[in-house]
């Protein structure tokens, strides 16, 4: 079975731009979830997603950062307009059920010139 | 602030040592899971152990808690150069929020 896959693996943008990160969970899984990790950090739960519907974005950094999920399999990450310390590898993870088991993907590297 | 926080922050040990981290959380817990980061990718989970649970194994995985100490240790057996990598434990903080500590970085010598 393919686990969760996220697009791009790697991206490098100019400050000011717009960033737009993909994720597609494991198929059948109903809850996702988006994470920052950064040296300073570490891994920082940014938004919760069940069925498809937000349930907690108190991770959100700002109102530059911006999710959705339209649907069971997909969802995106925007972040506009981009800035230097946005520089983090974002990683998308998915669950299934009320498992407790999270299964992340091999993250996007992104890099804020 | 981060619920749990390993211990050693780095490790560096010979092929066939064993290697022992430990994390230390705050909050009371349902559970605790240890997960591993390979360099350059997503988190692996390694084993969950239950509040209820003292001890629980996984082939070359030993898991520990000590919920009066709000401590768990996970000691590897026989290590491989194959187990380098970055070992974090991670508490849940509600019904689906993970808390992740700071991470082990475990260095295995060939």
């Known amino acids: 079975d393919a686990g969760v896959i996220q697009s791009p693996r790697h991206e490098v943008t100019e400050m000011g731009q717009e960033v737009t990160l993909r994720c597609k969970p494991i198929s059948g899984h109903n809850s996702l979830f988006w994470y920052r990790q950064t040296m300073m950090r570490g891994l920082e739960l940014l938004i919760y997603?069940?069925?498809?519907?937000?349930?907690?974005d108190s991770g959100m950094p700002e109102d530059r950062f911006s999710a959705k999920m339209p649907n069971a399999s997909f969802s995106t990450l925007k972040i506009q307009p981009s800035e230097p310390r946005d520089s983090a590898v974002y990683f998308c993870a998915s669950i299934q059920g009320s498992t407790d088991t999270q299964y992340f993907g091999p993250g996007t590297r992104l890099t804020v010139l | 602030s981060q619920q749990g926080e390993e211990d050693p922050q780095a490790l560096s040990i010979q092929e066939g040592e064993n290697a022992t981290m430990n994390c230390s959380y705050k909050?009371?817990?349902?559970?605790l899971q240890w997960y591993r980061q390979n360099s350059g990718r997503g988190l692996v989970h390694l084993i969950l152990i239950r509040s209820n649970e003292r001890e629980k194994h996984s082939g070359r995985l030993r898991v520990t808690l000590d919920t009066s100490k709000k401590s768990s240790s996970l000691l590897i057996t026989a290590s491989r150069a194959a187990d380098t990598a970055s070992y974090f434990c991670?508490?849940?903080?509600?019904?689906?929020?993970?808390?992740f500590g700071s991470g082990t970085r475990l260095l295995v010598r060939p």
């Open positions: 909050t009371s817990i349902n559970n």
């Open positions: 997603f069940n069925n498809n519907v937000p349930i907690d």
């Open positions: 991670a508490t849940d903080a509600s019904s689906y929020k993970l808390i």
